[in-house]
Structure formats: C-alpha cells, structure tokens
Nanobody, 126 residues
Framework: QVQLVESGGGSVQAGGSLRLSCAASGLNYRSTYMGWLRQAPGKDREGVAGIGSKGSIKYADFVKGRFTISKDNVKNVLFLQMDNLEPEDTAMYYC????????????????????WGQGTQVTVAS
C-alpha cells in the first residue's frame, strides 16, 4: 500500500523559509517519478517542482530559483525547500507520485497522479 505523508507547512512572513517533507512508503522507487503541486483557493492546481525517476529536476517558472526539490533515497523522503517566500505562494501543497520512467519535466506536468498526500498548508503573510 502506497502512502505519502506531508509535513512542514505553516505560516511565515514574506521573505521567510519553509521546508516541506513527504514521507513515502510502498513505492518502487526505481520506476517512480514524484513532485510537488499546489492549489490556492479559487485557482487551478499547478505543478511546483518535479523529480524524475532518474533524478532529473524541473521547476515551474514562478519558482525563480527560490525553491529546491530533493529526495533522500535511503529514507524515502521527498523535500521541498522554499526560500524567499511570497504571499502568492500561499496554497495547499501536495506531494504526488506515479509509476514510470519519466523525467522531471514530465513529473512537473502531472495532472492526475496515482498517489497523493493529504496536503500541507503554506501561508505567507505580506
């Protein structure tokens, strides 16, 4: 059984930092691509960062070098380090994963992944 459990969200001031974690279990990591998506109230869900099955990485344009996605393959945890946060980053952030040998760019664009976490709220005050 696959489980994705996010943590690390919270409330910060603009310019602050947060580190999101996603503890994953039950995945075949050699053929899995993963990513972070977010959804703000009244807006469509959008990809934030993706990491492919072989480790390639792709970020959404709005990240602008502020976020870093990484994965601990030993502990099976996906991270999203978010620095210089802006009020526009306020959203529910979701960890997602799916099976296949795909790139980070493909992971960034995933719209209906097989596996989702429950989400963690990020709120950035101006």
């Amino acid at each position: 059984q696959v489980q994705l459990v996010e943590s690390g969200g919270g409330s910060v001031q603009a310019g602050g930092s947060l580190r999101l974690s996603c503890a994953a279990s039950g995945l075949n990591y050699r053929s899995t691509y993963m990513g972070w998506l977010r959804q703000a109230p009244g807006k469509d869900r959008e990809g934030v960062a993706g990491i492919g099955s072989k480790g390639s990485i792709k970020y959404a344009d709005f990240v602008k070098g502020r976020f870093t996605i990484s994965k601990d393959n030993v502990k099976n945890v996906l991270f999203l380090q978010m620095d210089n946060l802006e009020p526009e980053d306020t959203a529910m952030y979701y960890c997602a994963a799916d099976g296949g040998y795909c790139s980070g760019a493909y992971a960034l664009r995933m719209t209906s992944p097989t596996y989702w976490g429950q989400g963690t709220q990020v709120t950035v005050a101006s």
